[in-house]
């Protein structure tokens, strides 16, 4: 993915007319640092993301960081990265005038530290559709006839009232007919007073790091995990500590390193993002009792275990333990759609009321029409039936796609048998680049995402990440063949 910081060098890397390539590229970097444009503190891409997105060798890359961390104008982080270090060896200096101040404005708006360091790591695309998108349900085959027949009823019952800001945390209605919904399909226990409607899960986690944290709090993350987890976090100034995960989901530490307990232990138990692992009822355990111990607060990420497709249901960890530290994160983004923009979270009673007020002081909630007419499509066993027709639509996609991996590639190359949610996994050899194998895959259309790119640590792990639920399966079979086309120009992966 290429980000706006590598936009950034690009253009400044095109001015720089004279010198070798490692000049140039040093001489870039080192006046966008001077000149802010970079600022303190701002991760940069891996030498091998570097590279390939501005099209130069890694060995270019790698001598240019190696200078610029010699003369202390960058820094590495064991397990995060590369960043511009806080304390520039000019750092007595004012602000340097930019070289290419004027032309270059535009391109370097004078952005906070945190906004550079947000846009260093930004992962959502300018593309939200087509095959394979990750995390994207079957829009097509939402009942928009019987959705609109039930908003126009609703519409036109509305008190004036309702068309106001919304009460805090949403409306009644929808707070519980989730509470019943919750606690049939996910064994999630709640009063309707404990639920707060938000617009998307990251409207959710803001508010948490908001109201339960301190900057310079620290925050345990997945590793790997959906970037939208990470940015929000360490938007509000939180240090994220990524955990490592295996096939019980995440493995944190038995004890916290001293002085670093998280406020925050933000999780996937039902189906770990991205890699697919169930957390295992050990795992639960010992997470509620380190939680308990540290005074942290977990936070369960539930936002596609509707969608099963084999064996038993998997139980939220909300459930497992009356009063448990755990905020429950719930969205229609993948049992509807994202567009919506509806999600929730199921609050400990101790905290409810206070994150009612906080979220309608910063965000002004509304929408009441449309929370109204999704409390009526529960009530009245739609969303139940819809789930239910995705279930098998989706379980047939995926199983389509796990065919087409193992008859044209091998099964060592189907990297999750989960048999869950709305991506596929396909597991690629270590010395695959997989960030260049999608920019290549892309050019042909086609849209995958990166295995590598979800780590915070550096990782030898590849493969590609394909959404399918929303795919018609001739479209899926059409859009694998150019990933298999694509994978067989690498050396050594023809078959
Ligand atoms: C793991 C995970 N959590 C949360 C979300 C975002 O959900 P929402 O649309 O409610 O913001 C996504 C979106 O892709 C996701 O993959």
Redesign the pocket.
Known sequence: MRSLLTDLLMQRLAKQTSGTLNKRLYDTLRQAILARAITPGCRLPSSRDLAQQLSLSRNTVLATYEQLLAEGYIETRPGSGTFVTEQLPDGNMERVPDAQEGASHAAAPALSRRGMNLLGYAGASARQWGAFMP?IPDIASFPHDLWRRTQTRLMRRMKPEQLSYSPMGGSPELQLALTEYLRVARSVECTPEQVLITE???QGMDLLAKMLCNPGDTAWIEDPC?W?MRNVLTINGLRVTPIAVDDQGMAPPETPPPGRAPRLVCV?PSHQ?PLGAVMSLARRQRLLALAQEHNSWIVE?D?DSEFRFSGNPVPALQGLNRNAPVIYIG?F?KTLY?GLRV?YMVLPPQLAQELKIAHAELYRGGHWLTQSTLSEFIREGHYAAHIRRMRLLYARRRALLTQLIESHLGSEYVGDRSNAGLHMLLKLPAQVDDVLLSTQILRHGVMVKPLSSYYLRPTAERGLLLGYASVEESEIVRAFDVVVACLRTLPGLAR
Request: without cysteine.
């Open positions: 995390g998307g899960t990251h959906y939208g996937t993002y990420d936002y969205t983004s994202p999600s």
